[in-house]
């Protein structure tokens, strides 16, 4: 009949709202993912610039076999295993801090945010510069007790110790900017009733604060991971993967295959492989993230 109105649900009108924008996020996100797979399976042709045999396996066999692909898997793996508990400890620690009054938190907390606005190839430039054995200021003032000098970017337990500092100097307000929020959201009864019970601040602490900030640790550990693991700058602009691949994390080792190598089938197996860990693990995070949430 001409004239009716068709009237949707509260779901149909939700998903006609939805539909641009899951087809544009469907396009930068899908679209990538399938072309670097097709790719990972093909001959690339660097005249034409587009991949055309078929190959089959041949690229994973030959990436699973990469002795400098693997090394970076293991450098990405003690980066990871260090640097995120670390933030994690850091942030939730400040957040402690920042939430008591005392004079001077307001700067304090707008400081904090600075790290965060800077880019990830700026802070690894200039902590690189910081961290020059001969004219850096960190050397300078370890020179000033009799220590030093450091070579903070030759030795290669200092590079990956550094690669850590820079990353942690940066994300770890990202970190903090959660937990206060968390903190801030916790219920006042519970330590109403709490300072009825005779708890003192180091019971409260750890008998009703932390566990109910268990489920924000949880998102903010995700959160962060999800982040980690595409960490590619700071480690190209503070050591270039040096000294040796002491520092060379997997995508930074991506990235020299496909646009140095021009090894653009090898580095998409490689991104791929990358990606499937990624999403094993992220899944494992989210599930014992769920069981915590939970328990607490």
């Given at each position: 009949?001409?004239?009716?109105?068709?009237?949707?649900?509260?779901?149909?009108?939700?998903?006609?709202?939805?539909?641009?924008?899951?087809?544009?996020?469907?396009?930068?996100?899908?679209?990538?993912?399938?072309?670097?797979?097709?790719?990972?399976?093909?001959?690339?042709?660097?005249?034409?610039?587009?991949?055309?045999?078929?190959?089959?396996?041949r690229n994973y066999t030959a990436v699973l076999h990469d002795p400098g692909f693997l090394e970076s898997l293991k450098v990405t793996g003690v980066y990871l295993v260090i640097a995120l508990p670390l933030q994690m400890v850091l942030g939730f620690a400040i957040a402690f801090l920042l939430n008591v009054e005392w004079r001077g938190r307001g700067v304090l907390r707008a400081l904090f945010l600075v790290p965060m606005v800077v880019a990830p190839v700026v802070a690894g430039g200039v902590w690189r510069m910081l961290l020059d054995p001969?004219?850096?200021?960190?050397?300078?003032?370890?020179?000033?007790?009799?220590?030093?000098?450091?070579?903070?970017?030759?030795?290669?337990?200092?590079?990956?110790?550094?690669?850590?500092?820079?990353?942690?100097?940066?994300?770890?307000?990202?970190?903090?900017?959660?937990?206060?929020?968390?903190?801030?959201?916790?219920?006042?009864?519970?330590?109403?009733?709490?300072?009825?019970?005779?708890?003192?601040?180091?019971?409260?602490?750890?008998?009703?604060?932390?566990?109910?900030?268990?489920?924000?640790?949880?998102?903010?550990?995700?959160?962060?991971?999800?982040?980690?693991?595409?960490?590619?700058?700071?480690?190209?602009?503070?050591?270039?993967?040096?000294?040796?691949?002491?520092?060379?994390?997997?995508?930074?080792?991506?990235?020299?295959?496909?646009?140095?190598?021009?090894?653009?089938?090898?580095?998409?197996?490689?991104?791929?492989?990358?990606?499937?860990?990624?999403?094993?693990?992220?899944?494992?995070?989210?599930?014992?993230?769920?069981?915590?949430?939970?328990?607490?």
């Amino acid at each position: 009949m001409i004239g009716r109105r068709v009237r949707l649900g509260e779901p149909g009108t939700a998903w006609l709202f939805m539909t641009p924008a899951l087809l544009l996020l469907a396009g930068m996100l899908l679209y990538p993912i399938f072309y670097t797979f097709w790719v990972s399976l093909s001959d690339f042709d660097l005249a034409t610039f587009q991949p055309t045999g078929w190959v089959g396996l041949r690229n994973y066999t030959a990436v699973l076999h990469d002795p400098g692909f693997l090394e970076s898997l293991k450098v990405t793996g003690v980066y990871l295993v260090i640097a995120l508990p670390l933030q994690m400890v850091l942030g939730f620690a400040i957040a402690f801090l920042l939430n008591v009054e005392w004079r001077g938190r307001g700067v304090l907390r707008a400081l904090f945010l600075v790290p965060m606005v800077v880019a990830p190839v700026v802070a690894g430039g200039v902590w690189r510069m910081l961290l020059d054995p001969l004219w850096g200021v960190v050397n300078y003032t370890l020179g000033l007790v009799g220590i030093g000098p450091v070579e903070w970017i030759g030795d290669p337990t200092l590079a990956m110790a550094s690669v850590i500092i820079i990353d942690t100097w940066r994300w770890t307000p990202f970190v903090v900017l959660i937990a206060a929020a968390g903190i801030m959201a916790l219920p006042g009864e519970v330590y109403e009733a709490a300072r009825t019970d005779g708890a003192g601040r180091l019971q409260t602490l750890w008998r009703v604060t932390l566990p109910l900030l268990v489920p924000v640790m949880a998102a903010a550990f995700v959160v962060r991971w999800l982040g980690a693991v595409k960490m590619f700058d700071i480690a190209l602009a503070a050591t270039k993967g040096g000294p040796g691949n002491a520092t060379n994390v997997v995508n930074l080792y991506i990235y020299e295959k496909g646009f140095r190598s021009l090894e653009f089938g090898s580095a998409s197996s490689m991104a791929t492989i990358v990606l499937v860990i990624t999403m094993a693990l992220t899944y494992v995070l989210f599930r014992v993230s769920h069981r915590l949430e939970n328990r607490w």
